[in-house]
């Protein structure tokens, strides 16, 4: 059946609420339908025919072909962008995440460094060259301005469905003119980005034009990601009118969805992990008052977090899952087992050090990337964990699925549990610097994480039991990981 054919028939049967809106039902019923379809694939109770037509997949002849309809994807953007050679920023950038001491950087690179304009799809995958990016703050007093980003858009995936408080996109050619240099050009590019993605009332849009209440307040360096580090964005705040337009804002793309005020009168405060990375930057820094910016945990599932039982503490280089392990081997009586120092076994060599950080990582990735590894490196764990006689072991540092998988198949009936730490990557590399100090660099910090035997270590938070979120220090991070253990009812002291 078609989609309009299937909403007349749900009318004629009155299977819909009479409070049902919108002029087009057909089109959202055919867009849910894609949409399921998309997103489970052979799991979908539902399957496409033909173009436009569906059907219940456990009714369909098992001799016939579903029809393979392509997904609309957002028009090729033909923008000419502002860029810098990456060689020539990287001595300005030399932070990360970040920075509200902007005027010295944007000093130099408007005065003594050459700016270029290039096609978007020219340097989208090109690391030879950074991305001018605006990032706008919308503001009313302490509230700020945030919304989910939707599907349809040239936004970057991990970004898609996000909460986020920043608007904008790249500084384009015709940013930058007679009138519009240097910083005038960065404001008149936020500008034009809010006007674009928000439906503004007059008054607004002439306080845009002339820059009203419109300042830059710092710069994000992103070098965790090879999208971040081909952009480099400056945060503007815009202080809003006070037009009554903003009790109740409207969007202006599709893109922008979910439009709400995060204040200190209204909601209660946010949870960062639900922002984006750079949305999590700013909030950290120019409104702490809004988010529960405390270290904090999220149970998943108790049982398995509870003794007897072998934990696995998981998570990126830099996270502060050996802190974590520390906190339940001193406080709480876990025995430690560190797969670094089991596999150095394994192999014979040295266990890992800042100096042999790169070294031991390739030989890592040679042994676990065999058919063989993970299964050789998760019967060693539990020949030690037997050897331990303890009902609280704590395993520090696994990294592949499939070493997590082998653990559960030889443990049979006993627990295993896994604990995934999730930090900002700004805390991420002073936690390393204060683990590795020898002069390491951010560079140093970006190789270790890059290395293809850490390239699954984020992806393990789907087999998270629970989730522990870093967003400060050490210090509260330690009481955070105490509460989440006396949450589970585990007890101080020594184990059995």
Excluded at 383 to 404: F, H, M, P
Aim: aromatic content about 10%; proline content about 3%.
């Amino acid at each position: 059946m078609s989609a309009r054919e299937l909403v007349k028939l749900g009318m004629d049967r009155q299977l819909f609420s009479d409070k049902i809106a919108g002029e087009t039902p057909h089109q959202t019923m055919k867009a849910k339908l894609s949409v399921h379809i998309r997103r489970l694939g052979e799991n979908s109770l539902f399957i496409r025919t033909e173009p436009g037509r569906f059907f219940l997949r456990h009714l369909l002849d098992s001799n016939r072909e579903p029809f393979d309809a392509k997904p609309i994807a957002p028009v090729a953007s033909t923008e000419r962008v502002w860029v810098y050679r990456t060689t020539e920023l990287d001595g300005l950038t030399t932070w990360q995440g970040l920075s509200s001491a902007w005027k010295k950087v944007t000093l130099a690179m408007f005065s003594t460094l050459r700016c270029d304009v290039r096609e978007r799809l020219e340097v989208e995958e090109d690391n030879d060259y950074t991305q001018l990016l605006t990032y706008v703050l919308v503001t009313r007093g302490e509230a700020v301005l945030a919304y989910r980003r939707g599907t349809y858009n040239r936004t970057e995936r991990y970004l898609r469905g996000s909460f986020c408080v920043g608007f904008g996109g790249h500084v384009i050619e015709g940013d930058f003119d007679l009138f519009h240099a240097g910083v005038e050009g960065i404001l008149e590019s936020a500008s034009r980005e809010l006007m674009e993605e928000l439906s503004l009332p007059p008054t607004d849009i002439g306080r845009l034009r002339r820059h009203d209440d419109l300042k830059i307040v710092g710069i994000i360096n992103d070098d965790s990601s090879e999208v971040g580090r081909r952009h480099l964005a400056f945060v503007v705040n815009y202080e809003v009118s006070g037009d009554r337009y903003w009790d109740r804002p409207e969007r202006g793309e599709k893109a922008v969805t979910q439009l709400h005020w995060i204040s200190t009168t209204g909601t209660a405060q946010v949870s960062l992990w639900n922002f984006e990375y750079w949305s999590q930057l700013c909030l950290r820094q120019f409104r702490p008052r809004l988010v529960r910016e405390r270290a904090a945990y999220r149970l998943l599932r108790r049982r398995s977090l509870r003794p007897p039982h072998i934990l696995c503490m998981i998570g990126p280089v830099g996270s502060g899952k050996t802190i974590a392990t520390e906190v339940l081997r001193k406080d709480f009586g876990y025995r430690e087992i560190n797969s670094g120092k089991v596999l150095a076994g394994i192999l014979k060599i040295k266990p890992v050090s800042a100096a042999r950080r790169r070294q031991f990582q390739q030989r890592a990735w040679q042994f676990i990337s065999q058919e063989s590894g993970p299964m050789q490196l998760a019967k060693r764990i539990v020949e030690i964990a037997n050897g331990l006689n303890s009902d609280r072991i704590v395993v520090d540092g696994i990294r592949q699925g499939r070493t997590v998988e082998s653990l559960k198949f030889l443990l049979g009936s006993r627990r295993l549990g896994v604990v995934f730490v999730q930090t900002p990557v700004d805390l991420a590399f002073k936690f390393f610097v204060d683990r590795f100090p020898e002069n390491a660099t951010m560079a140093d910090f970006l190789a270790a994480r890059d290395a293809l035997v850490e390239q699954e270590v984020e992806e393990l938070i789907s087999k998270a039991d629970a989730v522990l979120y870093n967003w400060t220090g050490t210090p509260q991070y330690r009481e955070t990981i105490r509460a989440m253990m006396r949450q589970l009812g585990v007890s101080r002291g020594i184990g059995r």
